[in-house]
């Protein structure tokens, strides 16, 4: 693991912030106090009523900071596995009628191993190393997959009562009864805790897991299986997700899958007050994050602007937990796990990619029906959006998961200066103003803590934010589009307007990267402890790329309400944007055209499912696209715009094969009347089995091949395999030489 | 090798994911064809069936042929967190289209009905109302919840390009975007907020009848707590101007004033169960879904609140889904409802014929049945009027305005579907042991209690705290 | 004369261990001075501490007189300080002449009279990096990345040059001609420290060395001063004492 050393050292100000906050949460409180008497009953009541909610918490943020340390992955799907199991739990109990322990022994000793023990073979073990931002989305799509495959089985319009544990008594304590289930569940997540601590610092095991997310390959040399360890990771992380999913479930409404699922972002602060790794911290986190839930909902009101504030105190917690970590360091040791950067695009494949575009665009309009051309208008505007990424994540790394944050201040920015085409630059140059006070957490926060608190962000965004009454607490309608004179507001050529503002930024960006300021950027990524030193001001860097990505996002939300042509909080919120960021990050984050083919694909999928081919397959294939989006991540982390260049590159002829089937396969389902559902599956699995032949023939990783191509082959880095597997061939000496740099000596 | 591997297990999981979805909880999705009975002719029969073999039929309008009539509905059906919600709309509309097709059509052409999947968003249900301009006759029947912009049906063209709008009966309308609409008509009336919408202060019309049945099941003057529905501003802006009255104007007073979600979790009603058992509360008044609805009562009983004569919640709990969720615990539940219960079919023919050709009988399915109802009225009207050549949009939307009192043959609270107000009728059922319901107020089977409607003047954005 | 570097009773500490214990060293302009210790004994994190991505619990540092002890890197860089590091940080995934060409540019941003790509091209001839000019810097072998970090740092014409290990992974060819290299640079003004383990490098080369061990300055002074003294030959020369030719 890099060394990370501190940065200049100021006594007194860790103290301001600590201090901040109290004095805020002073203020509120004393803004909106309910005026129920403080007495040592109400105090104790409160006590008493923060417990339980505390609990909850805890079982949750202890299954985060287990796998956390475990595997090293943040695993945003946590509270959806622990769904699952619940669902699970309840057909066992429920609907077949097994006594509630056995169901508890199947699904937690039973499935839950079983889970992890597939879910770590299929996709962890790929996604471990990948870049941050990557894993971090690769558990989203699982989230939302695993969502996806709940709401398929088992239909949300049905009810799944699940009793609690140990009946309906319990203990009462100042007239509140805490009920026997809440306190198992305290008491779980404290015995979870102590388990889980013995064994990942007491045992071989523990050790063995912990060097292996520290260092796979080192801890490999001195005999650990890293291969069984994972896998062992997993599945503890698997139990206690089934443990917590089951304690939770009768907590929650109706079983909600989506609720049961999305609780776990609530236990974000508690897991990283205990900075993902001491659970006895994780639990006082818990405690305080309950104590603070409880004690606005019994002795505060909000009312009016400040309705939702309740909401987001979760996330507002998460804020400030991340604000009081110690300042993070400039990392020494090199980029740590970040993305491999794409060529630059010649100018050829950027006039290709113009013309293409274009073409497209005009087809469309002329072909395609209204509402398709709508949907293709969302696509595009979300393209604009993810543009804005493109700079912040691909070029200087940094991983930040709330586009649409960006995006509504963006369209608030376009409503408020009239809607029209010159409000886009209004909007640009405010939401980069906002990126820049965004970036603040970026000069304090590092990877993982950074990428977290833009996921705070994106939560106070859409449910403080963007509700206020002088935003968009009331949906905001905009006039259609006229430019100078001529009416854009018809879809058709409100996509064309919308494709020109798109190529516009993007070739922007293109230029941008080539320029020193863009080479300074990537150095920012690559080191920036060594940027620094060069001469670089990170701080101000940091700020500009934030202000950058400010300005596209907000243009491209500039666009979305324009198209839409009406602007309401809906539609920006988190799990949409993190949605886009899988999207984007599957098609490759550091390519301008990733973000294209990011909108495209969510509209594509849409209208398939609607138009050409409604029934059951497409249905299903729009909720499970996300598992296949994660699948697709794993194997390709640096996504599949760059894959399918490669794929250009090397194999034309394949290439172009898989297209001509694929869309063979679809003229053909829709041409001759196929049920929707077949003409798809041909057409899909038509370009799946060209892929896979194509890929399979593919060399990876730069191997010699054993027999070099007449002429010489190409000039790639010479493998450590050569002379071992493969023998050395005139070619490869040649290669070798030139590697080694004894070429240049024979020169002198 | 390595390679195939991997790209099969995307395919195995895709082929997976098919065979559950057909194995699954009844997950069919949307499109689902009117689970209607057997076609025995009852109730109304279409008044044009006997003068139809005279004129020759032309093509009058968008969506209309010499043999068909198209409408179009929108509906939330294919929303990923809630699958299938709105599936009653659809069948309900679809069960009413083949009523009139097996008794000889509508205007003497047969009904088709379109349902356009708008997945409770925006963008969607913007689409949904673009095809239905395109392609229909009138929007009949919607339940969008995600209606963010009404343009594309009052900028709705008809055949001939005057911007006559597109008549658009829903079964509901959220939100004023959508009710204030001049082409949406609303037999079941809507929030009661003045059109166009303002902001700040304001005069909203609320029904007297909720205290009138306060009154009458726990007394003048009772406390009690009202839970508010906190999803977004909209939601809670909704209630809380019946709320203010029920409180303010009509003396039944607040010990508690509380939002909540549908995520939250059940610990966050043992703050309110306390307050209920401190303050001895009469009654519990909540505009939830019945999930925290359900969640409420369970606390509320783990606390040993007993002071509650009547827990009262929103029509949606009066739903089969609600009963089999709540178990026991919720025996005894009231739903206020705008329509006659279901079990008196045998009070009320129409609603006999409602509960025989849809088979689903929820808070979708009847209002978007009503709204065809009523679609079907102003037809017929404007047929009597100018013969079935005579279907224009400008003459549906005449027909439409001219309509001040709708009850569907005694099967809803009548109102004026043109007022947008709120239906001025109630009944009370009470959930039985058995798990049926039975009316507790007023007491004559297949009667509302109707009273008149008052005004509160409030800031709903900031009257609720809490 | 006025030292160009100077660093004074500086301390840091890490937790419990104290990796650098008042240390103070002088460096005089245009001179070359090594500074050599066991492994842990505190080198590069005085390195750091100078270059300022590492604060000191005490001590000050001074830099042609001023006092940078607080100032950020880039304003280090900008007073005229360069640096390598002990473990590679090139940009990987910028080309060499990408990486050399960010010092230059950095440089152009505090004197606007600077040529950054003639300034690259000079370099990388200097260098002899013509051949992988184009290439990603982390897909070069390490002493090439080496050559590339040396040339990043000479491309913001600094005072003052820390180089960390600078011939680590080079070939014996290559360390003679960055010796050479450093040598002629010393000539025409560049100050120089440098931290290395090839004893011959640093005897043959530096004016001063210095030594630290376990974080304390053990020795200071001319090769031939330090070279007998007692405690660097117990410490770390061993038996294998001077090592020359």
Known sequence: MARIITMQRVPWGRAVVPVVLAAGLCLVANAAWAGRPVTLETVTQLLVFALPVAGIYAVSATGLVVVHSATGIFNFAQGAIGMLCAFVYWELSVRRDLPVWLAMVLVVAVFAPLLGIALDKLLMRRLKRAPLAAQLVGTVGLLIALLGLATLTWNPNNSYPLSPLGGSGGIEIAGVQLTWHRLITITVAILLAVAVQLILRGTRLGISMRAVVDSEDTAALYGVRPARVSATAWVIGCVSAALAGILIAPEVGNMSAETLSLLIVNAFAAAVFGRLRSLSMTYLGALLLGLLVTFSSTFLQFGGRWANLPNALPALALFAVLLLLPQATIRLGGAVRTYPMERLPSRRSVGGGTLALALFVLLAGLLASDSVLGRLVMAMSLAIVLLGLVPLMGWAGIPFLAPLALAGCGGFFTYWAGGSVAALLVAGGATAVVGVLVALPALRLRDLYLALSSVALALVTASVVLTQPEIFEQARTLDRLSLLGVDIGDPARFLGYAAVVYLLLALTLVRLRRSPLGRRFVALRDSEAAAACSGINVARHKALVFAIAGAVSGIGGGVLVQGARFASSDQFGMIGGLAIVLSLTVMGVGTVSGALAAGLMGALLTTLSLEWAPGNFTHTLELVGPALAVLALSDHPRGQIPMFRELIRERPFAFAAATTGLAAGLAAGIGLGLPGSVGVVVAVLLAWAAVVVTAARRDDGGRLPADPPPGGGQGGPADAGTGIDTPFTATGVAMLDRSLGLELERTR | MQRFRIA???????????????????????????????????????????????????????????????IHLGADTGAQAIPGMANGSVEAVKAWAELMNSEGGLACRQVKVSAYDTKIDPTESRNAMIEACQKSFAMVGSFMLAVADAAPLSECADKSGAKTGLPDIPGTAQGSVHACNKSTFLPAGAGGQPCPAVKGQQKVTQPLAYGDYLQSAVGKGANGAYVIANTSPATVQAIVPLYTMLQEKQGFTADLQTGAKGSDPKTHYTPMAQTMKDKKSKFALSSMSFPGFILLRQEAATQGVNSVDKWICQATCYDPAFVKAGGDLVIGSTALITHLPYEEKDANDELALFTEKVKTHNTFSTPSWVASRLFQKAVEDVVAKDGPNGLTRSALTEALKAVDSFDNEGMVAKNNPSAKIPPPCLVAVELQKDGSWKRTWPEKRGTMHCAKMDDITLDPSTAFKG | MTPLLRVHDTTVRFGGT?????????????????????????????????????????????????????????????????????????FGTLTARENILVGAEAHRGWDRSVQPQAVAAELIDTLGLGPVAGRRADSLPTGTQRLIELGRALAMRPQLLLLDEASSGLSAYET??????????????????????????????????????????????????????????????GTAAGGGS
């Open chain 2, 8 to 70: 099969l297990v995307p395919a195995l999981a895709a082929v997976g994911a098919l065979l559950l979805a057909g194995c699954g909880e009844g997950g069919a999705r949307g499109d689902s064809d009117g689970q209607a009975g057997t076609s025995k002719p009852g109730g109304k029969s279409s008044a044009t069936a006997a003068g139809c073999d005279n004129e020759e039929l032309k093509a009058t309008e968008t969506g209309i042929t010499k043999d068909t009539i198209n």
């Open chain 3, 18 to 90: 104290v990796a650098v214990d008042h240390v103070s060293l002088d460096v005089a302009p245009g001179s070359i001075v090594g500074l050599i210790g066991p492994n842990g004994a505190g080198k590069t994190t005085l390195f750091n501490v100078v270059a300022g991505i590492q604060a000191a619990d005490t001590g000050r540092v001074e830099l042609a007189g001023q006092d940078i002890t607080h100032a950020r890197p880039h304003i280090r860089a900008q007073l005229g300080l360069a640096r390598t590091f002990q473990r590679l940080e090139t």
């Open chain 3, 176 to 237: 003679e001609q960055t010796a050479e290299l450093l040598r002629r640079l010393a000539g025409e003004g560049l100050t120089i420290v440098l931290v290395e383990h090839d004893m011959s490098f640093v005897m043959e080369l530096c004016d001063r060395i210095a030594m630290l061990d376990r974080g304390v300055l053990v020795a200071e002074g001319t090769p031939e001063e330090v070279r007998t003294v007692p405690a660097v030959l117990e410490a770390y020369l």
